[in-house]
């Protein structure tokens, strides 16, 4: 399997633009979660799926973010209108969640570094 | 609530010298743990996990970690360091029901030649 496949690796764009991100989980895989790290706050849980169903976006910022996972091998992020304080990088990363104990094991895909100017 | 902490946000060390870094958790029930690491411009990878067999975990790299209820602690260690560990660490602790995960602020371990 080639893992967790994020796109793009690098996106810089302007303030006020639209900005889409992408991911492919690995295939089997039913949770899906996005998370955002920054050195101020590190890595934090932005959404995540179960089954390609939203189950908790209480880590969505603001309004301006929004995820959709419209099948089991696709999900995307976007954020618009994009604001500086956004640059951040962005992981994907999918589960199967295994056994009585729910331990989720992550599988992360490489991340997407997002620069607003 | 679960919470975990990581007591160190840097560890320096010389080369052929052990590691450690230390992971307090705090759970309302018996908890799953997870030591992840992160090279520079990479994802995450699993270390090790804990998942209440063996208290003594080992994982990938030479890297180990002890699950000690009566300290709440889940330190990692590696008995000698290699330049190639150097990259940042994640304590991370199962959440809850729905199973998500809490992650420390990590740990930034630098090796010394």
């Known amino acids: 399997d080639a893992g967790v496949i994020q796109s793009p690796r690098h996106e810089v764009t302007e303030m006020g633009q639209e900005v889409t991100l992408r991911c492919k989980p690995i295939?089997?895989?039913?949770?899906l979660f996005w998370y955002r790290q920054t050195m101020m706050r590190g890595l934090e849980l932005l959404i995540y799926?179960?089954?390609?169903?939203?189950?908790?976006d209480s880590g969505m910022p603001e309004d301006r973010f929004s995820a959709k996972m419209p099948n089991a091998s696709f999900s995307t992020l976007k954020i618009q209108p994009s604001e500086p304080r956004d640059s951040a990088v962005y992981f994907c990363a999918s589960s199967l969640r295994r056994g009585f104990t729910g331990a989720n094991v992550l599988t992360f895909g490489a991340g997407s570094r997002l620069t607003v100017l | 609530a679960q919470s975990v902490t990581q007591l160190d946000s840097h560890v320096s060390v010389s080369e052929g010298t052990p590691v450690l870094l230390r992971c307090n958790y705090s759970s309302s029930y018996s908890p799953s743990l997870f030591w992840y690491v992160q090279h520079p411009n990479k994802g995450l990878q699993l270390l090790l996990k804990y998942t209440s067999a063996a208290t003594l975990v080992k994982g990938i790299n030479g890297f180990e970690a002890e699950f000690k209820k009566s300290e709440t602690s889940f330190h990692l260690t590696k008995p000698s360091a290699h330049m190639s560990d150097a990259a940042e660490y994640f304590c991370?602790?199962?959440?809850?029901?729905?199973?998500?995960?809490?992650f420390g602020k990590g740990t930034k371990l630098s090796v010394k030649p």
């Open positions: 991370v602790v199962n959440g809850g029901s729905q199973g998500n995960l809490i």
């Open positions: 295939s089997g895989h039913d949770y």
């Open positions: 799926f179960n089954n390609n169903v939203p189950i908790d």
